[in-house]
């Protein structure tokens, strides 16, 4: 079964930047659509950032937008990154990579991380 392992987590000052990583024990390059959710204490999970199996789309949640940049690492097939810039104290929570694997036979499956944690400071 694939495993995915979040790092990248840490404590930093609102405005700061932090680069997560998941890194999966398969490759993940055409079956696996790859996305980043977060989950801040007493709230539900959410949306943050994804991509598409062939790399070509990404999406992100409004609140992303114009300050994360999730990518997938061009020299290794198993790692997708989440640049966040300008991070805000909002930003806090701990963060989810989840893996949905298309194998184009029933329905795809989801593989979640256990997440790494986020802090931003004011």
């Known amino acids: 079964q694939a495993q995915f392992l979040e790092s990248g987590g840490d404590l930093v000052q609102a405005g700061g930047s932090l680069r997560l990583s998941c890194v999966a024990s398969v490759r993940i390059t055409g079956n696996y659509a790859m996305a980043w959710f977060r989950q801040a204490p007493g709230s539900d999970r959410e949306f943050v950032a994804g991509?598409?199996?062939?790399?070509?789309?990404?999406?992100y949640a409004d609140s992303a937008k114009g300050r994360f940049t999730l990518s997938r690492d061009s020299t290794h097939f198993n790692t997708v990154n989440l640049q966040m810039n300008s991070l805000k104290p909002e930003d806090t929570a701990v963060y989810y990579c989840?893996?949905?694997?298309?194998?184009?036979?029933?329905?795809?499956?989801?593989?979640w991380g256990k997440g790494t944690q986020v802090t931003v400071s004011s």
């Open positions: 989840l893996a949905t694997y298309y194998s184009g036979m029933g329905d795809p499956t989801d593989y």
């Open positions: 991509v598409s199996r062939d790399g070509s789309t990404t999406f």
